[in-house]
């Protein structure tokens, strides 16, 4: 993220963008995804720079299975897929919304009896269908990741039934892409079993890696396909965090994952993974593909993307402000206004704690302000609870452009926001994500707020109440103004102390002014 400027902390982020009326009237908007495999309809709601799924459900319809042999669009397909879109118009109505954004890819374009399908769809649905070309379906996967990602560069694959897309980004613009016949669902048609699939992998990955040119980059995994694959990678390294969005993987994970996957019963593995018995079947066709896909572009990287092609359309539809916004900070400030006691409190927190991280540089500035913001959101939760649901949320909600450790950062700061020791809760395996020194800066930060919460008042400013802190001579200071004294009673005394042992301070004092 770009750094602040030194007079404003915040001015990176402006003023919050959900309440203006062109973000309003994306607060709540309706897509449908008509795929090879499934349809899918998804409302975003909230913050639309980091949305909450409102409502997201998927039908496994199949509307591809078999058109390598037919030319046609599976005919129980069709019929699954009329009903889940008659229910999605009917949901659409029943919640008011504006009218829903739906887009067919390849089995609806590439099927001969695709576009009479579209008119009947039309006809009994009242939808309106686009049938995107595979182009135009790479633009808006691409999209849905920098959704999440902002500003980022990498190589996008995105997998569904029937095609594969590659595309391209940088500095959070869409560059090159391309299209190809690499989808399971096709790829399982194939005479000759798993030798002539390897030479047409290999044929079409070299035409692709021709028009794409080198990229050696970041490489973004999307679709459900891709995110199975991580699951079982999860499983296989017994990975405490199943988050998928933001997992990363290597070439070598990729590897073992895809020996684990061969060398175990599929059914067994589909049950402790949590995958649907359609995707697992079409799993090792998309694992042979990745194999070549890693040999021929040979990433720096991979991050599985729960952010696709849906929320491509509804990036499609933000304006260039909103976009550039970063989408943790959006989402954190969106969460304050909704449901914290004191909304803009979180601001003056993150003034407070300030002093305690001199040298921070902007990731870990962006997650402290995070955390200040999300300090008192789950206050309604029963005392006894509160900590571990601060916890869960901060590393399980679907937040973008947040990293696993970050996850577990924000989570670790919000469970000491509420309890002076993490001892008792089940989340200590977690812990592990982050090395030793980031736990401590975010006990650090969680006492700090758990202290500066003490000092609750309307309008906390650096004259009511402030912390100075002298590393290098383990000096800790609590300035009160005359005003604010009286908020330092024996439960405040108690948090400060507490802070205070955790900085290693060999002095503190508090100084009323």
């Known amino acids: 993220m770009q750094d602040s400027l030194p007079q404003d902390d915040w001015a990176q982020f402006g003023q919050p963008l959900f309440d203006d009326p062109k973000s309003r009237a994306l607060s709540r908007v309706g897509v449908v995804d008509i795929g090879s495999n499934s349809v899918r309809m998804v409302v975003f709601d909230g913050a639309a720079r980091s949305p909450a799924y409102f409502f997201n459900e998927k039908i496994l319809c199949g509307l591809g299975a078999g058109m390598n042999e037919t030319g046609h669009l599976n005919p129980e397909g069709k019929d699954r897929?009329?009903?889940?879109?008659?229910r999605f118009q009917c949901l659409a109505d029943g919640m008011d919304l504006p009218p829903l954004t739906v887009v067919a890819t390849a089995a609806m374009r590439d099927a001969q009896d695709g576009p009479s399908f579209r008119d009947q769809i039309e006809a009994e649905t009242g939808l309106k269908v686009y049938v995107i070309d595979g182009n135009e379906e790479a633009r808006l996967s691409a999209q849905g990741v920098l959704l999440g990602w902002p500003g980022s560069f990498g190589l996008i694959c995105d997998i569904g039934g029937s095609s594969m897309e590659l595309a391209e980004i940088n500095h959070g613009e869409v560059g090159r892409r391309i299209s190809s016949s690499l989808g399971p669902l096709k790829l399982m048609d194939i005479e000759?079993?798993?030798?002539?699939?390897?030479?047409?992998?290999?044929?079409?990955?070299?035409?692709l890696k021709d028009h794409m040119g080198k990229q050696r980059d970041r490489l973004f995994l999307v679709g459900g396909s891709w995110r199975a694959l991580a699951k079982v990678d999860m499983e296989r390294r017994n990975y405490p965090l199943h988050v998928l969005h933001e997992y990363r993987m290597d070439t070598?994970?990729?590897?073992?994952?895809?020996e684990f996957l061969g060398e175990h019963d599929p059914e067994e593995l589909r049950r402790k993974c949590g995958i649907s018995s359609t995707r697992m079947g079409l799993l090792p066709y998309a694992a042979e593909v990745l194999s070549e896909l890693l040999v021929r572009f040979k990433?720096?990287?991979?991050?599985?993307?729960?952010?696709?092609?849906?929320e491509g359309m509804l990036y499609e539809q933000m304006s260039e402000e909103l976009r550039r916004r970063d989408p943790l900070i959006e989402a954190s400030r969106f969460a304050e206004a909704k449901d914290a006691r004191i909304p803009g409190f979180g601001k003056r927190l993150y003034d407070f704690v300030k002093p305690l991280f001199p040298d921070a540089d902007a990731p870990r500035r962006r997650l402290i302000k995070a955390a200040c913001l999300m300090h008192d959101v789950s206050w309604r939760a029963h005392p006894d609870y509160r900590a571990e649901i601060c916890f869960d949320n901060a590393t399980r909600a679907n937040l973008g452009g947040l990293k696993h450790s970050e996850r577990v950062f924000l989570g670790i700061a919000l469970l000491y926001r509420y309890r002076n020791k993490p001892e008792g809760t089940h989340f200590e395996p977690l812990f592990d994500l982050v090395d030793k020194e980031d736990q401590l800066q975010a006990e650090i930060l969680g006492k700090a707020m758990r202290l500066g919460a003490m000092l609750w008042m309307e309008k906390l400013t650096k004259e009511e109440a402030h912390l100075e802190w002298k590393p290098a001579k383990r000096k800790l200071s609590l300035h009160l103004s005359e005003n604010s004294a009286p908020l330092y009673g024996e439960v405040t005394e108690a948090r400060f102390n507490s802070l205070a042992a955790t900085l290693e301070a060999e002095e503190h004092s508090v100084e009323t002014a």
Do not use: F, N
């Open 81 to 86: 897929a009329l009903v889940a879109l008659r």
């Open 192 to 207: 000759g079993g798993r030798p002539a699939r390897e030479k047409q992998i290999s044929t079409v990955m070299k035409e």
């Open 252 to 258: 070598e994970s990729v590897a073992k994952t895809i």
């Open 299 to 310: 990433p720096k990287d991979i991050a599985i993307s729960s952010y696709g092609i849906r």
